[in-house]
């Protein structure tokens, strides 16, 4: 049941609450309800919650604020934790008070010792591992970057230490963790007794205000088989003094990790001592085909690290892979730049294989779709690497497809590889010598800026990389293109609409009429490539093109019935049109891209906000009544024109009309506008009168003749003839014009809401 924790609750402190738990037969799930803002005077830290039997995954343990509460739990431990959880399975801190991500639970130790915690998670023997725990919406801190030891620490019987047995399955998900000195520590027990299942996503670890970081490290695993770290940014990892390895995420002896869609940034060594940096370290001894450590990198973004390290041996490193075989580096982006090294003896690189400090380079390993930009100075003649191994070869290795690219400053050495002791400045000797990268680049990659590595429109490196990696999304989870762009983000974003156009709706099926086997044929003989390269459309100049035989009737409702010209519109300006591209709608009247089923993608575009407007060849055109966020999501919203007339932008200018049409209870684009202008009329002269159009300029002034398999303008009803005489609307173009689109009155003029 739930039982509520504080002032006049089922439990004055959250101190009996666990001791009643811990001695507790359980039948069922239990909830601490924390009721107080505050939870400090009246505990007795630690607060340990131990293994009981009892606890399976119906009986579960949750300790979480009350509705609408937000609580802190604060004391000073010096030598241990504020809340350990000591070999227990199924429990859960989750610090939102309403069931969503919001962080309502702040966990604090203020102590300056540095053998201490806030939470702890620990076996608490060799046959008793904590399990199967969540730590999640949680704000994390303890008492400064260079005093609290762990915001977060698994392990064994001392701080730190490694587990007496293995703890897995837990989960650390949404924290927001600063003032330690590392961040989050996990560790299994040895090379032999991996832990598993731990996924450490994300989390916030520091933020840009001084001292609200780390010390030395962000994410440290040791002894892991399929550890996810995924989606955490990690910053302000700022060191004035002091020789050891600091680190943004650090893998040690971990196998089958996937450590994907992770930022890392400031991070900053100031000191005038041997201080080493990397962004992302791992040092394996799964370093055989046959006990291998297999890990994944993809989608990570490290930048903003400087440096002025006098070490002999090295500086720094964005990606820095150590001992391992068969590790995979997929679509990461590593942009360095500032100050990289205070000695001549102390080179960086964007992406290492080992380096002149560990001495082992992995073996095995693919890198592919990369950026690896080296735009760092030194005031010192010390060498700077896009691309550095100590190995003497990549033999059974695959290095391709990546940007490897250098435009250092002062004294520093630009190179764009290193391999076998020996440096090469050039695209050309690096794949010389590496005996990889032929389809690799040396380009500048044309970031939005410095801290936004989204590509622009003009970058080179956009579909540039290789498919077959496995990785089908970019780091902002936009799907990637065929080819993808290299570098952690796709350069595409990506829209859903679906819209009804008068001349194809048949309200009998709610939808457009089926698309006819000639109406597929007049397509697949006329339209193969997009329509709207007209004075009409300002000579969109698009190459949108499909293949012969594209078209179909299948009496799917999938099927596609036109093109269309989507643009994207200015947030403030909407007559301004900020790109636009040629798609296609579908009898469902969904818009989708040239393969027929995919929201439709604008390539080079950053996410943001935009009116989005749909054109049609013989429609008036619409705009969303609001500006839209559009993003690279891989199953974006689609914003629905058709439920209601407020869904268009509506011209109170305009008096004559509505920006769309009323088709019984559903909304649509107005058809008839054969002569491609911004008005429907079958009245005044032949310039702005689309009857005339229809009769004078099409028909050439004969109304009884009949074109067959047309693709045109005039082609009001949509069914691949075009015709004045005969029949009823659903025939006779000018019957579908006059009477069901302008109600049989020919002194109307329908204007376009655009």
């Not at 008070?97 to 203020?110: C, D, E, Q, Y």
């Not at 900053?268 to 006990?291: E, Q």
């Not at 305009?654 to 009245?683: C, E, P």
Request: glycine content about 12%.
């Amino acid at each position: 049941g739930t039982y509520t924790v504080g002032s006049g609750g089922n439990y004055g402190t959250l101190t009996n609450a666990v001791a009643a738990y811990n001695a507790a037969c359980l039948t069922g799930p239990v909830v601490f309800s924390l009721i107080d803002a505050n939870y400090n005077v009246g505990e007795t830290f630690p607060i340990v919650i131990n293994s009981n039997s009892y606890a399976s995954i119906t009986n579960t343990l949750t300790i979480k604020p009350a509705s609408g509460v937000t609580a802190t739990i604060t004391g000073s431990v010096p030598s241990d934790a504020l809340i350990k959880l000591n070999g227990a399975d199924y429990v859960t801190i989750d610090g939102s008070n309403n069931g969503t991500t919001s962080r309502n639970l702040t966990i604090s130790n203020t102590t300056t010792g540095t053998s201490t915690a806030v939470i702890w998670v620990s076996s608490a023997s060799a046959s008793d591992g904590a399990t199967n725990n969540t730590i999640k919406n949680t704000i994390i801190s303890g008492n400064s970057a260079t005093t609290t030891g762990y915001g977060i620490i698994s392990g064994g019987a001392s701080i730190p230490s490694s587990a007496l047995t293995a703890n897995s399955n837990n989960v650390i998900q949404n924290n927001r963790i600063s003032k330690v000195q590392f961040g989050i520590n996990w560790a299994g027990t040895s090379t032999s007794v991996l832990d598993a299942g731990t996924q450490i996503i994300s989390n916030v670890l520091g933020s840009s205000t001084p001292g609200d970081g780390f010390g030395i490290l962000g994410i440290q695993t040791q002894f892991q088989d399929g550890i996810i770290i995924r989606g955490n940014e990690i910053q302000n990892i700022v060191v004035a003094s002091g020789d050891q390895n600091y680190s943004g995420i650090s893998l040690i002896d971990t196998r089958n990790a996937s450590v994907e869609n992770n930022k890392i940034h400031g991070m900053s060594y100031t000191g005038a001592t041997t201080g080493k940096l990397f962004g992302i370290l791992t040092i394996s001894s799964f370093n055989t085909a046959g006990s291998p450590s297999n890990n994944l990198f993809a989608n990570n973004v490290v930048y903003d690290m400087t440096s002025t390290s006098i070490s002999g041996f090295w500086s720094l490193s964005g990606i820095d892979d150590d001992g391992g075989y068969g590790d995979k580096f997929y679509f990461n982006t590593v942009y360095l730049a500032g100050s990289l090294s205070g000695s001549s003896l102390a080179p960086a690189a964007c992406f290492a294989n080992g380096n002149t400090f560990f001495g082992s380079p992995a073996t095995n390993i693919d890198v592919r779709n990369n950026i690896f930009f080296m735009k760092g100075s030194a005031s010192v003649a010390v060498p700077l690497y896009a691309h550095f191994t100590i190995a003497t070869s990549y033999a059974g290795s695959t290095l391709n497809y990546n940007d490897l690219y250098t435009d250092v400053s002062g004294s520093a050495i630009a190179n764009i590889g290193g391999i076998n002791s020996t440096d090469y400045t050039t695209l050309g000797t690096w794949q010389a010598a590496s005996g990889e990268g032929a389809n690799s680049v040396s380009v500048d990659p044309v970031f939005t800026s410095s801290t936004n590595f989204a590509l622009q429109a003009t970058s080179p490196v956009i579909s540039a990389g290789v498919t077959g990696t496995g990785i089908t999304t970019d780091i902002t989870g936009s799907g990637r293109n065929n080819p993808p762009s290299m570098g952690a983000y796709e350069s595409k974003i990506v829209v859903s609409v679906k819209v009804w156009l008068q001349g194809a709706y048949n309200s009998g099926l709610s939808r457009h009429k089926d698309v006819s086997a000639t109406w597929a044929s007049v397509l697949n003989a006329n339209a193969l490539t997009q329509p709207y390269n007209t004075a009409a459309f300002g000579n969109y100049a698009g190459t949108e093109s499909v293949a012969s035989g594209f078209f179909t009737s299948t009496g799917a409702t999938t099927d596609i019935v036109d093109w269309v010209l989507v643009e994207l519109r200015d947030a403030n300006t909407p007559t301004t049109i900020v790109t636009r591209r040629a798609a296609f709608i579908r009898e469902d009247g969904m818009i989708v891209d040239l393969d027929g089923v995919s929201p439709v993608a604008f390539k080079g575009m950053t996410s943001g906000n935009y009116f989005i407007a749909i054109r049609h060849r013989n429609h008036l055109g619409i705009r969303t009544a609001s500006v839209q966020l559009v993003n690279g999501s891989e199953s974006p919203v689609a914003y629905d024109f058709t439920t209601a007339q407020s869904q268009a932008y509506q011209n109170t200018g305009i008096t004559t009309n509505a920006a769309m049409k009323d088709l019984g209870g559903v909304f649509g684009m107005w058809g008839g506008n054969a002569n491609q202008n911004t008005s429907i009329r079958a009245s005044g002269g032949p310039t702005i009168n689309d009857y005339l159009f229809l009769v004078n300029t099409v028909l050439g002034g004969d109304i009884e003749l009949i074109l067959n398999n047309v693709y045109n303008s005039a082609d009001i009803n949509m069914d691949g003839i075009v015709r004045a005489s005969g029949g009823g609307p659903s025939i006779n173009d000018y019957l579908f014009l006059v009477n069901t689109i302008l109600n049989g009155d020919i002194s109307i003029i329908l204007n376009q809401h655009l």
